[in-house]
DNA sequence: TGGGCCCGTTCGAACGCTCGTTCGGTCGGA
DNA sequence: TCCGACCGAACGAGCGTTCGAACGGGCCCA
């Protein structure tokens, strides 16, 4: 086995690890066994736990920064760029429950030797959802303001980018057309001309 | 001290230490710290860990309940039982901080002992907002995607109810005000006349 | 009334366990 | 022979939990 795929391995069971049983929770015994490694063999590849969380999040991050990137540049106005932006987060909650999971909810864990650079990638992301906001705004909100709508809005969307609601990639996408003309309808305060009805929660179980 | 007050205390001590630390992180011993107790003077009155997450679930939940029952039965218009239940759902937030984070980020983490009892409180409270979207809803939505609506509502809440964005009790009202004109507008495709327009974050620090 | 006792309360100390981490060593290919 | 890969075993620390004992105010019976 090649030293890259070790590394894959090793950052795929930590990111399985962590996620079903939560950081603190996870032992390093059970990333090892995931990784079919020793205790000892695990920690000649890595530092400690703290890298493995790191590892998680840094591959995480860096694959929905990707992923965001991508769906911005064939977007051309800026309302197409927003549900660019919700269908991105949606088809990363979906692809990559997982990271997402632990992304939302250990992200904080990290400690000061690899803080500076998760809160570097988190802010980069949140950036992207700012600028296309600011694009949209026609009321001239103030950067809190504009703060404040995206984390509304991501609020909603990790609330709902969970396995539960999100079975096949259809749920995505039906999701965000559904999530977008809901938001958009209250930023804008006008009707969003997509030519679907902005119902909510229509194909997905409950 | 009566043995009400320091049942009242060892809750509180709870309260604080699972909201800071996190129930997998926080330890018997930081509680009993908190509680000015010793650790085995802890475990005179509580049975171990799981009933110290208990007794904070099961009283936040409590409360919960408590004031959207309240705040349901002075509205009269679904429309502002709707507001009613967002309103309360947000001062909730703004005056048991440490509650609404323990109970939505560790609930899961209660053994089978209690598991049954808190489940049935959380579907409680999911309850008053279903029967509320049940009114509102002109589409004749199905159970299932009424369930999917609430989930998305509260999904939203839940990312807005921080300590972050409620500063202040007025900065709950003014979100609620917010959230609701924004979720009305999709969940009824038409505007609501509530006499202010829904402009999104507008008093809170960002 | 007073001495002895009970019992709720509280504690220090320890139990067994799991944790993250380290160390000394073996093994096999270059 | 060297060196990276890998492992068994152990370390110290912290965990949840338990145990035996000490404290102290109220109660019974002489």
Known sequence: MAIGERYDAIREAALTTFARRG?????????ARAAHLSLAGLYHYVGGKDELLFLVLD????????????????????ETRLLALIRTHLEFGFAHADAL?????????VTAAHRAEVVARRRAYMDRWLAVLAELDPHGRGERELFSATNLLLGMLNGIAVPRFLKTADDARALAAQIGALFLY?????????GEPATVGGTHDG
């Open 186 to 194: 209250g930023f804008l305060e006008r009707s969003v001309d997509d």
């Open 59 to 78: 591959r995480g991050l860096d694959t929905l920064l990707t992923m965001a990137d991508a769906a911005l540049t064939s977007a051309r106005t800026p």
């Open 101 to 109: 999971r632990v992304v939302n909810r250990d992200w904080e864990l």
């Open 23 to 31: 950081f603190h929770h996870a032992s390093v015994r059970e990333v």
